[in-house]
């Protein structure tokens, strides 16, 4: 494979050449056994000897190259796939004697030239799909988010691993009964936003579902058109309700009091808190009478409206 704009710029499909050779090629590629570059476009498979003479052959820096390589190619076979991209490629069969390839051998690659443009073709183009869906990944990993690529109503065409996980978490018995398939809250939020159409009102393509310690948000973006169809990206990250700590109060609290007051920021009943720090609800009482003189407030109301009112003035 190679793009017409960058020669000399090779990649390699298939490993049926000794890898030596590979390596080489881009240097040696314009001395070719074949015909004198440009190779000539045709439906034919072109033979090293219906190009040029053996005494050509035998003096080409090609074939110079590859024995001093101990690789002894002595005739070559090849046609040219014609992609109709960006990029074409060529096939090529090397013989390491001195047999040149018959008109019947030629033949044969011909019929076999429309199948080796296809497998070609569907490897270049699956390729760079599972190149996007590595990227995509990668990119949603680092935002600690997980995506479903939706052609509404139902046709599903990718999700990234980790988001069958997090549907089984919000949607768990949906999910145990079949999860390949989208939750039926998120199918009818995105049957509703597909059916306004251009009348959609801005920061309606977000919601989010409650849950008891962190809320889920749903953020759908519909994709520019792709043959015929406008597919929809549903991106999903469990947020965090919590109202973040002013470093100051890190300062005057010790570890333990820090969890506590974190939980009071989560918006967590004293309950919650108390179960997740397994701690007893006395316990945990008995920290917020402590914290509340240290930081200098005098409720739990208090607390949250001093730390949002930080939160907003920095």
């Known amino acids: 494979m190679s793009r017409p704009e960058r020669p000399g710029d090779y990649e390699w499909l298939g490993l049926g050449a000794p890898g030596i050779l590979l390596t080489h090629y ?10 004198e570059p440009p190779m000539p476009p045709s439906d034919v498979p072109l033979r ?48 390491e004697h001195t047999l040149p390839f018959s008109e019947r051998e030629q033949a ?16 270049r183009l699956f390729g760079h799909e599972a190149l996007r869906g590595d ?12 995506c479903v690529v939706m052609d509404p109503p139902e046709h599903e065409r990718l999700r990234t691993p980790g988001a069958t996980e ?20 998120l199918r009818e939020h995105l049957e509703r936003l597909q059916a306004l159409g251009p009348k959609r009102a801005s920061g ?9 310690k962190h809320d889920l948000q749903v953020t759908c973006v519909q994709l520019p058109e792709q043959r015929g169809s406008r597919p929809w990206v549903l991106v999903l990250q469990e947020c965090s309700r919590a109202i973040p700590m002013p470093e100051p ?21 004293n309950e919650t808190i108390a179960e997740d720090l397994g ?19 005098e409720s739990r109301t208090d607390l949250l409206y001093q730390a949002a009112w930080r939160r907003k003035s920095c």
Not at 166 to 185: H, I, N, T, V
Not at 204 to 212: E, L, N, P, Q, S
């Open 26 to 35: 881009p240097e040696l590629a314009a001395v070719d056994f074949g015909p």
């Open 204 to 212: 309606v393509d977000t919601w989010m579902r409650a849950g008891g």
């Open 166 to 185: 997090l549907l089984r978490r919000w949607y768990p018995e949906e999910m145990e009964a079949d999860d390949s398939r989208l939750p039926q809250e």
């Open 108 to 123: 044969l690659l011909e019929d076999l030239k429309p199948y080796l443009t296809n497998t070609v073709r569907n490897c």
């Open 48 to 95: 090293a000897s219906g190009a040029r003479s053996r005494k050509e052959l035998t003096r080409s820096l090609l074939y110079l190259r590859c024995r001093e390589m101990g690789l002894p190619l002595e005739q070559v076979m090849a046609v040219l796939l014609d992609l109709r991209q960006d990029w074409h490629g060529s096939l090529a069969v090397y013989r």
């Open 135 to 146: 990227l995509l990944d990668a990119l949603f990993r680092h935002q600690g988010a997980e």
């Open 279 to 297: 701690l007893s609800l006395n316990t945990v009482k008995t920290h917020l009478r402590n914290i509340f003189p240290k930081l200098g407030i």
């Open 249 to 269: 109060w890190r300062e005057k609290l010790s570890h333990r009091e820090v969890e506590v007051v974190q939980g009071v920021l989560r918006n967590w009943a």
